[in-house]
């Protein structure tokens, strides 16, 4: 039992600035324990962009774009472990990679107290590594486990990942809210020109190809549409579209508020995203397209498409080759059916996505008996 609230310290060092999601998700966490009592210090990056932090947010990291940033990163969470204050502490490790774990593991090894906590999300589908990285992963991973026991709690945000972390560790793994959602959507009224926004960095993953492609078709009805997406070698400027889709472009690295702006302006969201990557990873752009009430159009076999598919929502899971692409998009837009069902999908991510929910869940796991929390 826990005579005191816990202090956690959470490893921030994916959040560069206050634009994309990692900031913002951790300051829906500062939140959640703040509401709880608990206190909180995060660990960002020295290059963090923001000119003015709270204090219980330090800049810390060196960023991994540093010369020899893995002894860096190594001596950073050794003295992190050893120095983090609190006589019940928790550390929250939010995100990383296969390059960095090995030393968050080797320093807790080192300067882990008796009763500190590990909270580990696990956001990665291992099962898509080499065999060689997936042995290692695991390796580390049941490192942790020897030495920690119940007190190393898994964490991460899909059924799929759920699934496959108990199997591969035989401990139970939490399913957890995404909670960085803080807005709420306007009533707006379609305009002239229907605007379909492709969000986000653009990368290979996420259906670069397909936009390639999109951007260039022929639809009798793609004069309809304006493509607002980042800046792309390969696709054509304004200026070169005749009798097709009109292009509109924004930045790859938008600051919170210019994203949601950006976001409230579309109509749909397209989301090509490589559906053997995302077949278990979640997507922050996809819940707040649901949230923002946009029609999000996304590929087979993908995690979206499944949650699009506990709605009775197939209608969005489209055939990104069709020639007729725009004009099929057109008639979506205009189903009642497809309008009620995202409503009721809107109020269900609502509920659930919201720190309430997210807060409620965090603190079962740290009340005792929160390694057998029901999910």
Known sequence: ?????????????????????????????????????????????????QCKTKSNWKRWFY???????????????????????????????????????????????????????????LRDDFTLRKSKEQK????????????????????????GLEGLYEQRFSQPCHVMPIPHIDFSPPKAKRGEK????????????KGTQKIVRLVSLRDPLAHRFVCDIPLL??????????DGITMQFHSSALSRKNYLETLLSADVILLPYDPISYKRRTSGVFIEAILARKIPVVVQGSWLAGELKKFGLHELIVDWEDPLFFSN???????????NKL?????????????????????????PGYHSLEK
């Open 63 to 121: 960023p991994l774009s540093a010369p020899h940033w893995r002894l860096k990163f190594f001596l950073k969470c050794l003295k992190l472990f050893r120095r983090a204050e609190g006589n019940e502490r928790a550390f929250f490790i939010e995100s990383f990679r296969k390059s960095e774990l090995p030393y968050i593991v080797f320093a807790a090894l080192l300067f882990l107290r008796k009763n500190d906590l590990i909270y580990l999300f």
């Open 329 to 339: 998009l057109n008639s979506l837009l205009n189903n009642h059916s497809v309008e």
């Open 343 to 367: 409503l009721v999908m809107e109020t269900a991510y609502r509920e659930y996505h919201s720190l309430d929910s997210f807060g409620e869940r965090l603190q079962k796991l740290i009340e």
């Open 136 to 159: 290692r992963l695991c390796f580390l991973v049941r490192l942790l486990q020897r030495r920690c026991g119940e007190r190393l709690v898994f964490l991460t945000d899909s059924e």
């Open 194 to 205: 229907i605007v379909c926004l492709w969000p986000g960095a653009p990368r290979k993953e």
């Open 1 to 49: 039992m826990h005579k005191e609230p816990l202090f956690f310290h959470a490893f921030a060092y994916y959040a560069e600035s206050e634009k994309g999601h990692h900031y913002c998700y951790l300051k829906a966490v500062e939140q959640t324990l703040e509401r709880y009592g608990h206190r909180s210090q995060f660990y960002l990056p020295l290059n963090f962009s």
């Open 233 to 242: 070698p390969g696709i054509p400027q304004p200026s070169s579209v005749q």
